[in-house]
């Protein structure tokens, strides 16, 4: 059964269509920008946070640099008592994806990350012998549902290896259906695979460049919004561009979806992974309301 499933689940069809992925720009009166500037100020980051792409130049090194992991410490995840009201301003944009972009009520990730990104070394976690940064993977790896659709605004110009490198749809399931063949598409391996994906990677210089070549950066300008399918090879590259990265990124399911799964795990009695400490339900890793429960409720 566990088997089938995972083969079953990377050859479903995306709900974003055939590309897996959809791009759109936020309409002005919901720009974070302004919002994300005000954060820098006010946790006293930088006095002079615009613009975000060149924060580089005018952030303190220690702030810059990658030493406990892949976030500086500048970045964050955001939660209502972050400063500037930046997640009430992520609140307001989930309203519009769910009305204006996907059409649908929408579960939505209780605290997103935002990153600043310098342009500084990374930790060596995903570090091949030769030096390469092999942080691509899905998020499927790490136990994210299948049928979750990943966020990803930009808040400064995003090129370059500055930039989230992705992979199309189709090279993701074909690269995915290889690497999990390796184990027989177990369930269980599987949704908790992203270092057995990174070791592929480094055991294989034929699958990790199928990888690389595959994975190019996604370029955008401040104030686009790409959403995704889970199941999307991506990752963060070293960025070497004489420019700050800043974006936002966060996880939706569907409410459609979300009860399926739900139901799913009810008929199987089995709970809801975990990410983070946190189990993948309402009032979790994802907020407690929908949007349109949030609404009503304010
Ligand atoms: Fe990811």
New binding site residues.
């Given amino acids: 059964l566990s088997t089938s499933r995972v083969r079953a689940l990377l050859a479903a069809p995306s709900s974003l269509g055939p590309t897996g992925r959809l791009r759109v720009r936020v309409p002005p009166h919901l720009d974070l920008v302004p919002r994300v500037e005000a954060y820098l100020r006010q946790r006293q980051l930088t006095e002079a946070p615009h613009p975000l792409g060149t924060l580089h130049r005018r952030v303190a090194p220690e702030l810059q640099a990658l030493t406990d992991g892949p976030l500086s410490k500048a970045s964050t995840f955001v939660v209502p008592q972050t400063p500037a009201g930046v997640w009430n301003a992520y609140a307001e944009l989930m309203g519009w994806v769910a009305d204006e972009v996907l059409g649908t009520d929408l579960v939505f990730e209780a605290s997103p990350s935002l990153r600043f990104h310098f342009p500084v070394p990374m930790p060596d976690a995903y570090r091949s012998p030769a030096g390469d940064i092999l942080a691509q ?3 499927t790896l ?1 136990g994210d549902y299948f049928e979750q659709i ?1 966020g990803w605004l930009a808040l400064s110009p995003c090129y370059g290896t500055g930039a989230l490198a992705m992979a199309s749809l189709e090279d993701s399931l074909a690269l995915l259906e290889e690497f999990a063949s390796g184990f027989d598409y177990d369930e269980t391996t599987y949704f908790s695979s992203r270092q057995r994906f990174f070791r592929h990677m480094l055991e294989d210089e034929r699958f990790a460049q199928r990888v690389r070549s595959a994975c190019r950066p996604l370029e955008l300008e401040p104030g686009e919004l790409v959403l995704f399918d889970a199941r999307t090879v ?2 963060t590259a070293e960025n070497v561009e004489d420019g700050t990265r800043v974006s936002m ?1 966060f996880r939706l399911l569907r409410v459609g979806d979300y009860d399926q799964i739900l139901e799913a795990q009810r008929a199987e009695g089995v709970d809801a992974r975990v990410w983070g400490g946190d189990a993948q339900l309402k009032g979790g890793y994802f907020h407690a309301h929908t949007v349109a429960e949030r609404r009503a409720a304010l």
């Fill in positions: 993977h899905s998020d790490l990943n991506h990752g990124d």
